[in-house]
């Protein structure tokens, strides 16, 4: 870059220039717009699937699932500035509206069951409260917890050690949005030693990834019809015999994310959600 250039450009667009001639970060971005294009997919996918009875109140999750996939771009659109202070404030973001949904479909799962425990009717009032826009002081924590000792996902959740790596995870989210140190901060990449981005960028995605497979996972030990493939509606709405299982096979492009991703669980994680479910991947 010229002085000049330097000189008369700011600190953004010098990191945007930067990322852009750099083929390692180009590389990383790819990858997290895949992420962002799988969650358009399930959002489509789940159209229709996601309502939701809560006391007297029914809604579509469509408005946490969109939430999801924008911030997802918004993550992406910090990245290609080098904020990646601000891409883990949002990641976090990311996460909490991502596991708020799951929340809400263990309370629809419980509700099914006429589970009327204390922690179920705690539920249900703090999702009115969220409807009507008066929810305050529900962390994270609380919401992980809550789906943590789900009957669907308990066993789950202590086979593949979730806990401690949320735990973890939470602690850099933090770190990020509360600035907690220098190294918490966006900077200038001339400032950076060389392939620094590169290493900042490649864990982030990481940590996309895993929180994203993450859902993936539980969401389908929830509701195995959140990834069913459309084969089974699709023939009963053209009047025909829908092919023998195919109420169990797994939507394609979700088979294909859980082989791109399963390992940052557990390569046996296909294979627990068919013991638990009868899902079929292909």
């Known amino acids: 870059m010229e ?9 953004r667009q010098q990191n945007q ?15 997290m717009r895949v992420v962002e294009e799988f969650l358009d997919d399930l959002g489509f996918l789940s159209y229709g699937r996601d309502y939701i009875l809560c006391g007297r109140h029914t809604f579509s999750l469509q408005i946490l699932s969109t939430s999801a996939e924008l911030t997802a771009g918004s993550i992406i659109s910090c990245c290609e500035s080098g904020c990646i202070a601000d891409a883990y404030s949002l990641l976090r973001k990311y996460r909490d509206d991502l596991f708020f949904y799951l929340y809400v479909m263990v309370y629809s799962t419980c509700d099914t069951l006429n589970c009327k425990s204390p922690a179920a009717v705690q539920m249900e009032h703090n999702i009115e409260q969220w409807l009507s826009n008066g929810l305050n002081d529900l ?4 919401v992980l917890q809550a789906i943590g000792q789900s009957p669907q996902v308990k066993d789950a959740v202590q086979k593949y050690k979730l806990r401690s790596y949320f735990k973890t ?30 290493a900042q960028l490649g864990e982030l995605l990481k940590d996309i990834r895993f929180i994203t497979i993450t859902f993936l996972f539980l969401l389908a030990l929830c509701s195995p019809l959140s ?56």
């Open 139 to 142: 962390y994270i924590g609380t």
């Open 227 to 282: 990834i069913m493939s459309t084969d089974y509606v699709d023939h009963l709405d053209c009047n025909m015999t829908p092919p023998d299982r195919s109420e169990y096979w797994v939507a394609p492009f979700v088979t294909e994310f859980f082989k791109r991703n399963a390992d940052l669980i557990d390569e046996s994680c296909m294979k627990y959600i068919h013991d638990s479910t009868l899902m079929e991947f292909d």
């Open 17 to 31: 220039k930067m990322i852009a001639q750099d083929e390692g970060c180009q590389k990383t971005l790819s990858e």
């Open 3 to 11: 002085f000049n250039d330097y000189s008369e450009s700011t600190i």
């Open 169 to 198: 995870l939470g602690a850099k989210l933090n770190n990020y949005v509360h600035g907690n140190g220098i190294a918490f901060y966006n900077q200038n990449i001339y400032a950076l030693q060389e392939k620094t981005m590169q």
